[in-house]
């Protein structure tokens, strides 16, 4: 029992981590030491579950895709967004500063966390290293398309790279959403027009179609990748959560900001290093201190299970 209830406490810091724009919740998964098992987790949705569903193997299939695993990450997951977005939105609102400053602590300690895991640094995983990094800089510095398509095929697509998004370290689901034009529509007018209008709920379903259809094959993806290339795998990983720092600074100034609905979302920021020391800035920086600790905390008392 205590072990499920520290996998809900890990998926809940996903899904925290997923409401804040540059994080991903993969990033709290390689952190908290379950990434790995998450994917073959997923991955175990096969034809072999399948086939164990269709002929009433229950226990069977609980064992081969690690279900109750699935159950505790997910559902503290998922059920910390009805808790935690709208109390998040307001501090990062009224105290961007202290927000973004714990959580580039957080990131910033789990590159090395993660980084240590590759066991031979050579000029393969050095140069997947600099991919990684390159690709989420240029990713999350493209401007999101302000034209939404609300076209089935389109909206499959946007369930799968969305998903993809979540899963992959230092990427951002939401962002993706808002680079493809389809934020809004998706997230906003569909979800409030769900029980009104057939068309929203079709643009739903297919996206919720579209993101188990990336969530399972790219679990089976990455599952290959860290088994054949984990040295790596785990390289580029780690390029895209160190490339996710440029866009989780804490002292930022808005350049630009896009409107959906009611909603002010930054489109660009312009990064500035503090030259003054007032009180803002010390405790910013006592919440950078507080973000490596908790991963230092995290990594320990993973360590102690082990």
């Known amino acids: 029992m205590k072990k499920y209830l520290f ?16 994080v991903s919740g993969g ?12 994917i073959n987790s997923l991955k175990s949705f096969d034809k072999k579950a399948l086939k164990y569903i269709l002929s009433f193997k229950i226990n069977k299939f609980i064992n081969h895709t690690n279900l109750y695993f699935i159950i505790a990450v997910f559902g503290g997951s998922v059920g910390v967004l009805f808790i935690i ?54 990713v999350m510095n493209i401007s999101p398309n302000s034209e939404p398509n609300d076209n089935l095929f389109y909206i499959f697509l946007c369930g799968i790279i969305s998903i993809s998004g979540m899963m992959l370290p230092g990427l951002s689901g939401s962002y993706l959403l808002m680079i493809l034009g389809n934020y809004k529509l ?78 002010i979302i930054t489109k660009e920021y312009e990064n500035y290093i503090p030259k003054e020391i007032n009180i803002d800035n010390l405790t910013a920086l006592i919440m950078i201190i507080s973000g490596i600790l908790i991963v230092y905390l995290i990594e320990r008392n993973s360590i102690e299970k082990k």
């Open 7 to 22: 996998l809900v406490l890990k998926g809940i810091g996903m899904g925290i981590a997923n409401v804040i724009p540059g």
């Open 27 to 38: 990033t709290v998964a390689l952190i908290a030491g379950i990434y790995e098992e998450l």
């Open 85 to 138: 977005a709208d109390p998040l939105g307001f501090l990062l609102e009224e105290y961007p500063l202290y927000i973004w400053s714990l959580f580039f602590g957080l990131i910033a300690a789990s590159i090395f966390s993660v980084g240590k895991r590759i066991k031979k640094w050579n000029i393969s995983s050095i140069t997947c290293l600099t991919l990684g990094m390159i690709i989420a800089i240029i």
């Open 186 to 263: 998706i997230l906003v007018t569909a979800v409030q027009g769900l029980f009104n209008d057939f068309k929203y709920f079709t643009i739903l379903s297919v996206f919720c179609a579209g993101s188990l259809f990336g969530l399972l094959s790219f679990s089976h993806l990455l599952s290959w990748l860290l088994k054949k290339y984990r040295d790596q795998t785990l390289a580029i990983l780690t390029g895209f959560i160190a490339g996710s720092l440029a866009i989780i600074w804490p002292w930022k100034n808005e350049i630009k900001t896009i409107k959906i609905d009611d909603k």
